[in-house]
T-cell receptor
Framework: DVKVTQSSRYLVKRTGEKVFLECVQD?????MFWYRQDPGLGLRLIYF???????EKGDIPEGYSVSREKKERFSLILESASTNQTSMYLC???FGTGFSYQPQHFGDGTRLSIL | GEDVEQSLFLSVREGDSSVINCTYT??????LYWYKQEPGAGLQLLTY?????DMKQDQRLTVLLNKKDKHLSLRIADTQTGDSAIYFC??????????????FGQGTTLQVKP
């Protein structure tokens, strides 16, 4: 079974702090994704990566950056946390190029509160 | 339009069938997926259907695909209280195989009353 592990289930940080959310997958997947989920807004894609050191902006990248130094690990960085970044953050991974069947496999999520 | 659309809420009684509907956008999408999200958890892949199929059954789950109308549905037979969750449909659009991007609907909250 695919395992996607997010480093924290719950996190509380202060406005202006630099925040790191970590995600690790164990299936040698090429693609990794970061989403945020807010009530009434569904899932919104922040950033994704299709290879080591490669990244692309999703729909709402402002205020975020990412890092993919190793294939299994994808980090989301809030450069200077703000209260409007309080949300549930979900990481996912999937197979890469050449696979038409590419379901995304999700971690359990990190509920981040910015005070 | 660009969005995958789902109704936001469905309430059923335990033992009844539930039907969750989804309208997707690209008739040449290859795979369509259904995910389940229980409270406080991530999304769990429930089932999927390939675009050359019109029906797929997996125990209590039946997926129906109408390509002409770009309509996807998930039927849950004999719905149980443990089925209470948010259900997301997602489509894989052509040209996205090099990135693996999926387009998700907003999710349908299924409430099962005892």
């Amino acid at each position: 079974d695919v395992k996607v592990t997010q480093s924290s289930r719950y996190l509380v940080k202060r406005t202006g702090e630099k925040v790191f959310l970590e995600c690790v997958q164990d299936m040698d997947h090429e693609n990794m994704f970061w989403y945020r989920q807010d009530p009434g807004l569904g899932l919104r894609l922040i950033y994704f990566s299709y290879d080591v050191k490669m990244k692309e902006k999703g729909d709402i990248p402002e205020g975020y950056s990412v890092s993919r130094e190793k294939k299994e690990r994808f980090s989301l960085i809030l450069e200077s946390a703000s209260t409007n970044q309080t949300s549930m953050y979900l990481c996912a991974s999937s197979f890469g190029t050449g696979f038409s069947y590419q379901p995304q496999h999700f971690g359990d999520g990190t509920r981040l509160s910015i005070l | 339009g660009e969005d995958v659309e789902q109704s936001l809420f469905l309430s059923v009684r335990e033992g009844d069938s539930s039907v969750i509907n989804c309208t997707y956008t690209d008739s040449s999408s290859t795979y369509l997926y259904w995910y389940k999200q229980e409270p406080g958890a991530g999304l769990q892949l429930l089932t999927y259907i390939f675009s050359n199929m019109d029906m797929k059954q997996d125990q209590r789950l039946t997926v129906l695909l109408n390509k002409k109308d770009k309509h996807l549905s998930l039927r849950i037979a004999d719905t149980q209280t443990g089925d209470s969750a948010i259900y997301f449909c997602a489509e894989s659009r052509p040209g996205s195989s090099n990135t693996g991007k999926l387009i998700f609907g907003q999710g349908t909250t299924l409430q099962v009353k005892p």
